[in-house]
């Protein structure tokens, strides 16, 4: 009883206490935390009733998105709500996440959000704000730390109120793009960057990729001496980047991917820098990669693709242990993958394919199959030679393996089954043989298949259709054999791309119309088909099909196709594949009639060159609006070229409608900014002025305007196009006389100019000649000018058709005009001329001895003029010389002895009278005295002294030269061989012109 009464004392006086004590919030706190204010409970429910709820991957797409406002009740304390926090001592909501939840709707200025005043972290990623505007009013949450505005479909400028938040140290604004078509929606102006980085001094995370910038980086971002995260992906950011911000103090990580229009250096790093990830693809880093980078202790992502770097790698890149991801793909590395890499044991990325390194064998690479821990390797493109060796067996948690353009050899190495966790394995363009393993049904797992362009043979194995997460088979382009059953392709389910041509292969399919899966893309090229495959009537995603080079005859189905080089003659008019995934519709070479078969809006490339065509350009043809290449050419349309032609799609590329019959005039280019890079409307009856407008189209590389009825003066006004490399004006009526330059700067990158068969009056443009950067080098890289060009050059007498125009391949032909005067000694500085061609007009004087600077020279013709003299010596220095006409002028004296001369006949210098060698028919008697022998030439019309024309017509096959010689009358039968050598010169001129073909 006693302890019974102690215990009631105790109690009492301790209540007695509690009560004396002050009752305030901060005493209170610690047994009951205030409830949400209702005034902002309110303000919440007003806000989320603007919103839907989408429960769908096109709204929120993060891997934790749940809809967190569907939990809101109004009967609940809104601190307890989904997405909430509140202050603990006042109820005001501090704190509202609403990330991936959903939403779809507009935000304005007129949102109760902005009445909660009291907010510290607002966060609203990851949703669909339905392209609104960031509302003014974000600035009146003047407490905010954290503000995430990213991924959420936000449009148009960032406002300038965010720069007043000053107490913001985390703002992510990143990552805004439209969702239909990936384009950037969210642009900051200047000088919203300046005032960003002057104003908000306490971030510690600025994420704005994705945001338009268009401005130079500043260097005061480094000022930013709390940042540890900065993104700033595809901004559209120009000049050079400060490299200050490398040395930013507490910088962790640094992300600069997609701005192609940056460049800088890398600093010389110190061992303090906290640096842990570091991403800077597409950025141009010219010279070699500092050595300290081996530094950064701390790194564990270093990212360089596409960087421009040379030189060879730093082996210091051996020092950073912490590496888990490292790709330097698209670089000019050369020498040596560094065996110091054998140290980064933690690296789970490697990739260094595309680079220039010296040749190496596998074997040199043992250290490569020693990283436990890799689950990407790429060593596509870097010189490789040898096996497949075994070891790579060892790599047993490699999910993606790339060793394609190499010179690998041998089989596929049976150990590769050991990869058991493989889903990419591509292998394409080596020299790999044998067949295609059986164990491959072991690799479950596979994604994409790509054994391409190899000397894979023998039968297709029955394990390849147990391959049940296939996406993609490439077998293209091996020596495989043997009937494949299509239908066995039933079985994979996940199936998209399907690529069999140019085997040995015989494809048949069922006549039933059976159920496949739905593929994005299938090539059956030269697999012996004889109709056209009933199943791809339920293809309803297909947007690339190659049937070309099969048997395949009468009308098929008309949708997105390669079916080139059959012998179709029709084409049915239904569409059983939506057309909104049709791309590509390339019917070339064959026997269609009518009009031109009708293509969707959607479509990126139209190609029904060389058929049988017929009418007027369609009105449809103006609503391809998102069109890279309309090829219509060497067909028989007729008609007037539509004004929108010049207005349908600033993304043309190439515009060829070369070889039909339109006439009338050209019709001037409307959009500014096009993309245009190649027009070709030669071989019609157009007439008029060429269109000033073209002046606009600065991307353009290739004009072809030759065999109309143009009459206008010369465009010199086309000098200003800083890419173009072609000019190509043959048998037209321009005429005048050629202006001199206003600029020195004018068709700087010229190669290949033929104004010939025009009425061109005066002297010959020295100053042209003296402006033509391009054609003055010997030596340039072997590039090609555009992969859809294949020209067509009479060149050395004879018409070559060339598979591409080569960046080095220079010729200017001035023949049938009216110049007059003297060569002007200025184009023996074109020492990269290949051809050069100054006949057929009324020039006088010597042939200036700097012609023999043109080491490059392979063809020369100034024949049918007025010159006089003798032939300079130094001619012979022209080692390359092939083709030579120098007939009907009025020289002298001896043709020089030695070399390329001692292999020309006398058709090369007849007419004229006061010439003499020893291989034409007036022979010279001494140094001194020259003896006329009489000619054996008849000359039966001396106004058309060559009576023969040759039509030659080449083709490239692998490595051989396949020649036709078309004799006139003689219609389109080819006599066809093999043929090397020098050129017959059976016309005195030779031109330029080009098909265009798409690949």
Known sequence: ????????????????????????????????????????????????????????????????????????????????????????????????????????????????????????????SDNHFNYSQIPSRVGDLSRLTHLDLSASVFSGQVPSEIFKLTRLVYLNLCCNRDPYNDELLMEMKAPGLRRLAQNLTSLEELLFGVVNVSSQVLSTLANLSSLRRLNIDEC??????????????????LSVRGNEDLTGHLPDFNSSSPLEELQVPGMSFPGELPASIGNLCSLKILNLKSCNFTGSLPMSIGNLPLLSYLSIVGNNFSGSIPASFANLSNLEYLNVGMNPFATQSTSSLSWVWKLKKLATLGLWRINLYGEIPPSIGNLSQLVELYFLGNQLSSTIPSQLVNLTR???????????????????????????????????????????????????????????????????????????????????????????????????????????????????????????????????????PFWYMNLSRNSLTGLDQYYPINPSYMYTIDLSHNMLKGPPPEAPPSILSYIVSNNGLTGALPPWICNLSSAITLDLSS??????????????????????????????????????ETQLTMIDLSDNQLKGKLPRSLVNCKMLEFINFANNLIMDTFPSWLGSLPELRVLILRSNKFHGVIERLKSSST?????????????????????????????????????????????????????????????????????????????????GDLRGLHGLNLSNNFLTGHIPSSLGNLTALESLDLSQNNLSGEMPQKLIELGFLSFLNMSYNNLTGSVPRGKQFDTFSNDYFQGNSG??????????????????????????????PIELYWKIVLMGYGSDLVIGVEMPGEGDDLVRGIIGGVGTPGQASFSISADIRTS
């Not at 009752?23 to 610690?30: E, P």
């Not at 600033?650 to 409608?657: D, E, T």
């Not at 068709?747 to 009425?759: G, M, Q, V, Y």
């Not at 010439?915 to 001396?942: A, H």
């Open 635 to 672: 067909n028989n349309l007729t008609g007037v070229l539509p004004v929108c032609l010049g207005n349908i799609s600033k993304s043309l590329m190439i515009l060829n409608l070369k070889g039909n019959n339109f006439h009338r005039s050209i019709p001037e280019i409307l959009l500014r």
């Open 422 to 556: 493989l889903t990419i394995l591509r292998l394409t363009t080596n020299q790999l043989s044998g067949s295609i393993p059986s164990w491959l049904v072991n690799m479950t797992q596979l994604v994409l298949l790509d054994l391409a362009r190899n000397k894979f043979h023998g039968q297709l194995p029955s394990s390849i259709y147990q391959l049940q997460n296939l996406q993609v088979l490439r077998l293209f382009e091996n020596n495989f054999s043997g009937t494949v059953e299509l239908d066995n392709f039933l079985k994979l389910k996940q199936l998209k791309v399907l690529q069999l041509s140019y085997n040995q292969l015989s494809c048949r399919t069922s006549s039933a119309n059976v159920i496949y899966p739905q593929l994005l893309a299938l090539g059956l090229a030269s697999c012996n088909l004889s109709k056209f495959p009933a199943f791809l009537q339920n293809q309803g995603r297909i947007n690339w099909l190659d049937l070309s080079g099969n048997n395949i005859r009468r009308e098929v």
């Open 1 to 124: 009883m006693a302890h019974s009464s102690c215990f009631y004392i105790s109690i009492h006086f301790l209540f007695m206490y509690l009560w004396s004590l002050p009752i305030d919030a901060h005493n209170l706190s610690h047994f009951a935390k205030p409830p949400c204010l209702e005034n902002e409970m309110s303000a919440l429910l007003q806000f989320i009733e603007r919103y839907e709820i989408i429960n769908t991957s096109d709204v929120s797409g993060g891997p934790l998105a749940y809809p967190k406002t569907l939990s809101w009740k109004d009967n609940q304390d809104c601190c307890s709500w989904a997405g909430i926090e509140c202050d603990k001592n006042t109820g005001h909501v501090i704190v509202l996440d609403l990330g991936s939840s959903f939403l779809y709707g507009s935000l304005d200025n007129n949102s109760t959000v902005f009445q909660l005043a009291h907010l510290k972290k607002f966060n609203l």
């Open 915 to 944: 010439l003499c060698g020893e291989f034409i028919s007036m022979k010279c008697r001494d140094s001194g005295d020259k003896l006329r022998q009489p000619s054996t030439y008849q000359e039966e019309d001396s106004g058309s």
């Open 236 to 253: 559209d950011l120009h000049g050079v980047f400060p490299s200050a911000i490398f040395h930013s103090p507490k910088l962790q990580y």
């Open 747 to 827: 068709f700087l990158e010229l190669r290949i100019l033929d104004l010939s068969i025009n009425a061109f009056v005066g002297e010959l443009p020295m100053e042209f000649f003296q402006s033509w950067n391009a054609m003055k080098s010997e030596m340039g890289n072997f590039t090609y000018m555009h992969r859809d060009l294949q020209p067509r050059v009479i060149y050395k007498g004879l018409k070559w058709y060339y598979p591409k125009i080569s960046e080095v391949f220079t010729v200017i032909d001035l023949s049938s005009n009216l110049f007059e005067g003297e060569i002007p000694s200025a184009i």
